[in-house]
């Protein structure tokens, strides 16, 4: 399970959030092996007075924060920041200054879904990876 939060100006967020929704997409199902209709993607559009960052930063900013249950190696979880960053700069055009991503993680029993707790749920894909 994962849940992708993405930050950025209303006016660039804009312009690219289907883009940039299957670029992560396609980063976390090769990386992390969740199965392909696994997308949770929430974007938050901000106005410029509502998203201070610091200088050398430009519109184009965002913050990508990913939630997801404990359990993945750490090289799993650099090789995933490492794509993600690739691939947006790449395919986006965001600088890499530009691009800020944080893994958050937290046990199964802190999860919900299904009517369950996290650690009750039977996944159909692996969290050891």
């Known amino acids: 399970m994962s849940q992708i939060k993405i930050y950025g100006l209303r006016t660039n967020l804009n312009e690219i959030k289907l883009q940039l929704s299957d670029i992560i997409h396609n980063c976390i199902v090769e990386t992390l092996q969740l ?3 696994k997308r949770f993607h929430r974007f938050i559009n901000l106005d410029k007075d509502d998203f201070l960052y610091p200088k050398g930063r430009t ?4 913050i990508i924060e990913i939630l997801m249950i404990s359990g993945r ?38 999860w919900g879904f299904r009517g369950l707790t996290g650690d009750e749920v039977n996944l159909n894909y692996k969290l050891n990876i």
């Open 59 to 62: 519109d184009a900013y965002i």
């Open 35 to 37: 199965p392909i209709s």
């Open 73 to 110: 190696t750490s090289s799993t979880k650099k090789r995933l920041i490492k794509m993600l960053i690739k691939k947006i700069n790449e395919q986006l055009h965001i600088s890499l200054n530009d691009i800020e991503i944080t893994i958050i993680e937290s046990e199964a029993f802190n």
